[in-house]
């Protein structure tokens, strides 16, 4: 029974650091060579985390729907540190905004926009790493 518990603290301390992309939105149209912004949200949590970092990458999709993006994650259009902030938007949620150049190379139609995101959690600690992501246009 407290192996139970134990794993049910990992498995929700885990869960608790999950990001989500908040912009662009599924199904936006993004222009190639221009900039767009990516919104990055991280919810509160309860246990200690400190954070690794994150990748921005896009993928233009060969099929539909689009293939696994963790296969052939794409052009690289951010890497580094993520500071998640307390704003406004997405409802006070801590988030942090990247503005990122669409490769003039990429082609046009639908495209997965990848976040890459790694921390490490508890006092462990342990490394937790996710990819999240969102299927757009490219026009």
């Known amino acids: 029974m407290q192996v139970l518990a134990v794993l049910l603290t990992f498995v929700t301390a885990a869960l608790a ?6 912009a662009p939105v599924a199904e936006q149209t993004l222009t190639a060579g221009a900039p767009t912004s990516v919104s990055v949200l991280k919810p509160d949590s ?41 704003g406004a ?11 990122v150049t669409i490769p003039e190379s990429i082609q046009p139609g639908p495209a997965v926009l990848s976040v890459a995101h790694a921390n490490l959690i508890g006092a462990g600690p342990s490394l937790f790493s996710e990819i999240t992501n969102v299927t757009v246009n490219v026009g």
């Open 46 to 86: 309860l246990s200690a985390s400190t954070e690794v970092g994150i990748a921005i990458l896009i993928h233009h999709c060969n099929q539909s729907p689009c293939e696994d993006a963790s296969e052939q994650m794409g052009s690289l259009l951010y890497t580094g540190s993520f500071n998640p902030q307390r």
């Open 89 to 99: 938007g997405f409802h006070g949620a801590p988030v942090q905004n990247f503005s």
């Open 17 to 22: 650091q999950r990001i989500s992309i908040g």
